[in-house]
């Protein structure tokens, strides 16, 4: 799976050393909310598309609310997502057609 | 002694250099608090111990400011900002889940504002302190006009226009969120010192503060134009408006007393931590508020 980010694979953060395997891709991320995030985003869109897998995942915002763009082959979804404090999806909508991830 | 922001952790005072070791051993163990700590306050990227010394020296400096500038000024960053909190986002034009939201999380978080409000009580030696935590008591849970009504019941009450039974709303347990964050609040009352209490306690009293515009937030709590017309039950409207209302000095009042006995028992720097400490507990408990609201909106 290709990031857009090089810290944390959702947050960007460099701080933290946590490191697990998400879809057969061994990820970093800065503690275990923004791991249990990334899980459940990936499983979100998944679900939503009926992919198997994701090749490419740009993520822009903060934890208060994510515009992301996921891409598999030659297709693409944008979607929004936001959590809760404990990395639960509090909710998560396909962007509105025409808004740029 | 001073404390850590990120989870309370008294430390001995030797400039910032013990709290910036702290902060980085813990964020090395990935622990989820002081990474969002650090990420959200000072840095997103890792930095040196020297570094991470300098900032926090800036960032807890009151410079020439008071202490009650400092705590107004980083509360109004962190909710009202440039992009406000969602929930405040979400208030400006409440929709029924919303204010629902609200009262089922909002009525916990009150049950916990007397009992901390009481544990002030039980531990200041201070006839002004004790004076002002008994009007706090008695504006949420009694009536000290007979004539006005308990913050609490006025809470209630904009639930049942809403639809939902009182004991319906009772019968409700927090969500995790709301509870873990009185869980710590509770703590701060029992374990840090009742300045320091007063501080988590009384500083996110500014939320509902009108002059906080003119000191620089980009939007009110909600939009006061809601107080007018019937875009909202006339529950919800007694309810909102009773903190709109609030007098203003009782707000500056907590400060002002907060400022000078911080300053008398030396305890400023703890009393800013703790103050961020409750920061982050509020930011968390207002999105528990919003995803209680999204399930009546499903
Ligand atoms: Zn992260
Ligand atoms: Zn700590």
Redesign the interface.
């Known amino acids: 799976m290709k990031l857009n980010y090089r810290?944390c694979a959702i947050?960007?953060?460099?701080?933290?050393?946590?490191r697990e395997e998400v879809d057969g891709t061994r990820l970093f991320?800065?503690?275990?909310?923004?791991a249990i995030q990334f899980r459940h985003l990936v499983e979100r869109v998944k679900a939503r598309t009926g992919w198997d897998r994701i090749d490419a995942l740009e993520i822009a915002g903060d934890r208060?609310?994510r515009a992301c763009v996921a891409t598999r082959g030659d297709r693409e979804f944008r979607f929004e997502i936001?959590f809760?404090?404990?990395g639960e999806v509090?909710?998560f909508r396909p962007a509105p057609a025409g808004v740029p991830g | 002694m001073v404390r850590c922001p990120a989870c309370l952790l008294p430390l001995p005072k030797r400039g910032f250099q013990p709290l910036a070791e702290h902060l980085i051993a813990r964020?090395?163990?990935?622990?989820?608090d002081h990474?969002?700590w650090?990420?959200q306050n000072l840095s997103?990227?890792?930095i040196a111990s020297e570094e991470l010394v300098r900032r926090l020296e800036q960032y807890f400096d009151l410079g020439e400011r008071s202490l009650g500038d400092w705590i107004t000024r980083r509360f109004i960053a962190k909710f009202f900002g440039e992009?406000p909190?969602?929930f405040v986002l979400a208030l400006q034009h409440p929709s029924r889940g919303t204010l629902l939201g609200y009262v089922l999380e909002h009525q916990h978080f009150l049950r916990q504002w007397v009992r901390s409000c009481a544990y002030i009580m039980a531990r200041t030696d201070e006839p002004e302190v004790v004076r002002y935590e008994l009007e706090n008591l008695l504006v949420e849970f009694g009536t000290k006009d007979p004539a006005a009504t308990a913050h609490y019941e006025l809470l209630l009450r904009m639930g049942e226009s809403l639809g939902v039974s009182r004991a319906e709303i009772l019968a409700t347990p927090p969500?995790?969120?709301t509870r873990?964050a009185i869980a710590e609040w509770n703590r701060i009352a029992t374990e840090t010192d009742w300045v320091e209490a007063m501080a988590a306690l009384h500083a996110l009293e500014l939320i509902a503060h009108r002059d906080l515009v003119r000191e620089g937030a980009t939007v009110h709590y909600f939009d006061p134009s809601i107080l007018e017309g019937d875009t909202i039950t006339p529950a919800s409207r007694a309810f909102l408006r009773e903190g709109y209302e609030a007098d203003l000095e009782h707000a500056s009042e907590a400060l002002g007393l907060i400022e000078r006995f911080a300053r008398a028992s030396g305890r400023e720097e703890e009393v800013q931590a703790t103050f961020l400490r409750s920061l982050d507990l509020f930011?968390?408990y207002l999105?528990?508020r919003?995803?209680r609201g999204?399930q009546f909106e499903a």
């Open positions: 810290g947050c960007d953060s460099t701080w933290g050393d946590l991320f800065c503690c275990s909310i923004c208060r609310g936001a809760n404090s404990d509090r909710r | 964020a090395g163990e990935s622990d989820p990474v969002r650090l990420n997103r990227s890792r992009v909190h969602p969500l995790p969120a873990r930011d968390d999105i528990a919003l995803e999204e």
